[in-house]
């Protein structure tokens, strides 16, 4: 988890309550995304170890280009 990621998740539905009304509405999206990056919201992914064939469960970047976690060069689900 990045930072960001965590002073949004920590204070973003307070700023919302508080600004959103205020703020374009591709900034409550960036934050959105951020605060959701890699959290299973935009979905997963299964992938099975060659080796121990375990299955493992990867959640989905945002791929926003303002996340720092992924920047848009990390695949996206769906
Ligand atoms: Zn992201």
């Known amino acids: 988890m990045s ?4 002073i949004f998740q920590r204070y973003a539905g307070q700023y919302l309550e508080r600004y ?6 591709i ?3 960036v934050i959105h995304a951020i605060d959701s990056c890699r959290s299973g919201d ?3 992914h299964l992938y099975k170890c060659q ?3 375990l299955v493992h469960m ?5 791929g926003n280009r303002h996340c720092p976690t992924c920047q848009n060069e990390k695949p996206r689900c769906g």
């Open 27 to 29: 900034h409550r999206k």
């Open 58 to 62: 990867v959640p989905c970047s945002c």
């Open 3 to 6: 930072a960001i990621q965590s």
């Open 42 to 44: 935009f979905g997963s």
């Open 51 to 53: 080796a121990c064939g």
């Open 20 to 25: 959103g009304h205020a703020m374009p509405a």
